[in-house]
């Protein structure tokens, strides 16, 4: 059976199916073994055009060499938090991708640059403001790239929904929802302040402020927002639960967001316009993503071909060490979410509304445009 | 062919089916002629099954002769708003129907209560907390029932939605979103601060509040809010575009609620819990209504028998005259509303959060409980 | 509230809303008083807007006076099946609407003739192919209108599918598959050979097989069918409960329908062409219809504005008596479904593949096309 | 972000993500490189747990070498269909994966049977019921195991229809209804009667025939067909472009099918029981499976972790590879279906009925049950 679902542009088949040569390829020690790392991204170098695995890092000995031993490695490519620094010797790892909890992307990044590795680093950026402003500092002296690991910003569908908002489909957009919750059980490092540096709002609710400033392409002028957390529920003594915020971008336009480690699994954002409304739901998911487009005369579900994003978003790294450029979602695109999710801690622990400093421009803490090929933007 | 939609109940199909003769249901006098009277109320009644259209008040006298005629009235069935009194010579008029911009809605209450007659109201219950107050006085007084027209507490799909959020099928209710918005054309009265009172919260953002209050039973302990016009836009001169605001309900639940007058036509209502997601999609439109409830297993869509909303609503009223009942939606309870959206307002104005006096019980505004009949709750 | 679902075109609202004056619209008696007319034709005329109710026909008096009170008649509005020819005696009643058994349609036709009335009758249009074709006889010879009740033909959407499907919206038209099922139940005249004439194809498997010759204006030239009634049911005695068939038109379009009395409630339509696939699901409920059209860009619901679809057939056929004209769906276009519905019969008796003459043209069977107006065509 | 999509299970996160050591891994020579191969099953391998991508198979050696270096492979891998016996030498390549036009299938089944290769086969099994059943016969005497590649009968989706259809959720099954159809693009070797061995039956039509026989778990017992091409396409000269036929099975539920080579991309399969209607849209796609049961009171779409499917299948292969199982879905199943097909076929070249020698039991010609692991059924 040919299956016809659309591919999402007219490129070759070629071009589309077959990756690199292996040996050509940018090669990645994984930094951290935790289930994000082996249900989603060791598959992902394992198809991914540009990328392919090439060490992994963790202090459980074991763990790594059975990720080694699945993913064709040796005894060899696996590396402890201890001897590290001994892929510097390492020409074919030309690149890191830290997946730790948030306080660690700091240390890691820095040894990384010491080393002269290319840095992915998963979101949040960091724990802190402070800690992603020396994380972008230290790449920038060791002159090596750092790129933060936001996969929304490189799959054809959220491509396709900022298109949608910036190309005035929806007409002028007034007024934008968007929540990201899940129930995060107790016991993990995402519940231990010292580890997580916050709650929800690091994890999850930087979602829906990624995604909104992706779709807008500019900053907010100002915010308010609160916390809450469940009196009595043990797992929220360090961080919270839930956070509430409202923002105001220029031209008045204002998202109204949730997140919460205490509800079940709902990621969703609306773009409300003059002429329509756009439905990004499920709007972060791994799979099955779904954008639809409602006006007053029909519901349109835009159907594009999915390809794996984390592969996306690591491939686009890969070309950005290959061909010398910039990636789009830069550290300092990091930091600014960072800034962010400061002034929303800071209103909701005064409870006043927070005047941010303006940002003229647009995409104005982002690297440039990644070229749109069929499958990705690298 | 029979068509087998479910009903939502077994009770016997003669039930269901024949209206009360018409000499015994309730007769309206029905105060206005505009569009929601012309296109919803006047078939309402139609197929209503305790009440029955008996007059019509307008001061277009043409149209309300054209109405009478095209209903199975008389000339003599059309009355002006000077000759409104009269019709207390007409004991088979027991009750009016108040179809008016806001601020009227006091006048002719007070007028109609004078008279003797019950009184139905159009929501918001006025343009103002001090006319809803003098309100429900004025009809306590003369010993008439007075009701808010909220259609969306009298539906089998509303109900069922408070079923689960109060059964605990959701687990524990963590957040709530609302969104009302529409396109208000220029030069309706609704953009007159002088006949409604305010913007796009008294029109459509009260269904938001309203039916959020409706689902959790509670009342909100605090509010922040902002409204926004878009600079230039002649529409909005007097009253306001759009509003944005978060309330908080006993227990830390958070609702973020925005309506506007310049977003393409969307109602939905979602509520989040610790084991699912209610989501109302449309929430609030006249038909179609759509019920789903998302867990980790399933989206389960509830089919149930769509009826007029209209005669639902209508119907309630009837019973209550009949039975000698308070009705569900009380004066009280859109008075309350009143109240809230002044809150609304002036927090938005002082940018400041508001603290609103605590309400202990459930349902504290509104009248008892109405019996589940199949079709409706009368 | 204004409600912004889209109307269905531009008209006045005023041209929309009210009603003709009762006394210039067509007047009806309803001959029978089951369950569709109860709970579905009662309410359509009370909002039709050519249309009224006159007088109710039934054996069951008690019943005809409640549902006469109950829709403003009087007592003398309430014939028996002995007293029906009294009506010939009432000017204001131009029409009767059949809505008995299928084996009395001839005779209450035959009838109504006799007495110079117009006759809307309930689908199928009779029990044989030969009461069909005494039916057209008889109202021609008396020079009284026929028009078979098909409410599909009457609906904005069903239009809206037709224009598409014509229009080559989905490419070259190649497959169609429509499934009509519902469970009926032990006891009513459904499951009677005298009265009904035959089972669940009469009654439901009619809806595949007439729409589908609608929307392509055509008509088939072959047809296989097969019967299927489950061993043991005592409900299948005398009627087949389901009935699966093939249908070739013009140019090769090859449809497969199932219909049936034994599986729950179903109605689907569903057109494949070389461009995009139509999907009506459900296809011929009484309400929330619902049409998609899929290519391999996206699935476009559209939406277009619901109403009672019996107001629109019946206002159909008043507008053809006030105006002249022929209704779209006289009793020859009813005709033509017995012969086919024959047909299969033959084809589930032999086993063997039934070749139909040939009928050149479009729409061979039907009068002339309705008035498109905003909310029907009549 | 935990990604809270529900596993299909609850087995421990170890087990659902670490594949086996590679070199404990049953390794695959692919043989062709069409865009089956290089779209989907090169990342399959990848991403299985039991399975590795060992050796390519090709006439273009250029291609043949680019896929090799793509996926980790050397020179020395890359073998053309003159060589491709000498992977008799090579004990790490235990299976082959057949990839080649249909005509193809049995000349390189016997093949690889001769040099001790087990066999996994793309369906259709053959061109012809006698080359089916030659292939049957060679592995059965080489002692090497042959296995259809029906992905459908390995996915949580399908497993969850087939427990829902057998375990009575559907009340009786009576009615199935189900469409694969797709555009054909001129010039591939599908459209060639020597290379395929027919048209859109033998590629798409049977999913239809093979998922339902699946879900079912019995075989026909009588069929009637008739197949349609576009007079004047150029691409229909050698195979048909649709067919559409309706089979009975035991207990008398009818399956009406149609395929087609010349309609847009659907693939959908309803099953209509007495209580409730289960919809699989789409049905056989790579991705976004979608699976609803609709009763009187809801819709209910389950939710299901969705897995690479040639991974799966894959995976089935070599667990029984491994632990000396028949596959579920072994070489018979597959000759099975040829034999249904030749029967279609046959009926639309007569135009009558065809009766079917009657199959006792369930799943007649299937291997043992796969075990239920969280990810797949192997």
């Not at 950026?125 to 972008?136: K, Q, R």
């Not at 609710?205 to 957390?229: D, K, M, V």
Request: hydrophobic fraction near 35%.
């Amino acid at each position: 059976m040919t299956d016809q679902t659309p591919t999402n542009d007219s490129a070759p088949a070629e071009t589309q199916s077959v990756p690199q040569p292996a040996a050509r390829q940018v090669g990645y020690a994984v930094i951290g073994l935790g289930e994000l790392t082996l249900e989603e991204l060791l598959p992902a170098w394992a198809v991914g055009k540009r990328s392919r695995l090439a060490a992994v890092v963790s202090d459980d000995h074991d763990k790594a060499l059975r990720a080694a031993r699945a993913y064709g490695l040796t005894e060899a490519d696996a590396y402890s938090y201890d001897t590290f620094e001994e892929l510097q010797s390492r020409p074919d790892v030309q690149a890191v991708y830290i997946v730790l909890p948030n306080s660690l992307h700091r240390e890691y990044t820095e040894r990384a640059a010491r080393i002269g590795k290319h840095v992915l680093c998963e979101k949040p950026l960091a724990g802190s403001v402070e800690d992603a402003g020396a994380m972008v500092a230290a790449c920038r002296d060791a002159g090596v790239k750092l790129m933060t690991a936001y996969r929304c910003q490189y799959t054809p569908l959220h491509w396709r929904a900022r298109d949608l908002v910036q190309g005035g489909d929806l007409g002028s957009v007034k007024l934008i929802h968007s929540v990201n919750v899940q129930v995060e059980p107790a016991g993990g490092w995402r519940l231990k302040r010292e580890l997580a540096g916050g709650g929800s709002l690091l994890d999850v609710g930087l979602y829906c402020l990624n995604t909104i400033r992706f779709l807008l392409g500019t900053e907010p002028t100002s915010l308010w927002a609160q916390t809450h957390s469940t009196p009595g529920d043990p797992r929220f003594g360090e961080v919270e639960e839930s956070v509430t915020w409202v923002m105001t971008f220029p031209g008045g336009v204002t998202a109204q967001c949730s997140c919460s480690y205490g509800a079940a699994h709902t990621r969703t954002l609306d773009v409300y316009g003059s002429e329509g409304r756009l439905q990004l739901d499920p709007a972060f998911d791994y799979t099955n993503l779904n954008l639809r487009v409602h006006t007053p005369e029909a519901i349109t579900e835009h159907r594009l071909k999915e390809t794996d994003q984390f592969a996306l978003e690591i491939d686009h790294f890969s070309a950005c060490i290959q061909e010398g450029r910039e990636p789009f979602t830069p550290g300092e695109e990091g930091l600014q979410d960072q800034r962010l999710m400061d002034a929303i801690y800071r209103s909701a622990r005064t409870g006043q509304p927070v005047t941010l400093d303006p940002v003229p421009g647009t995409d104005a803490f982002r690297g440039p445009l990644p070229a749109r090929t069929p499958d990705a933007r690298d």
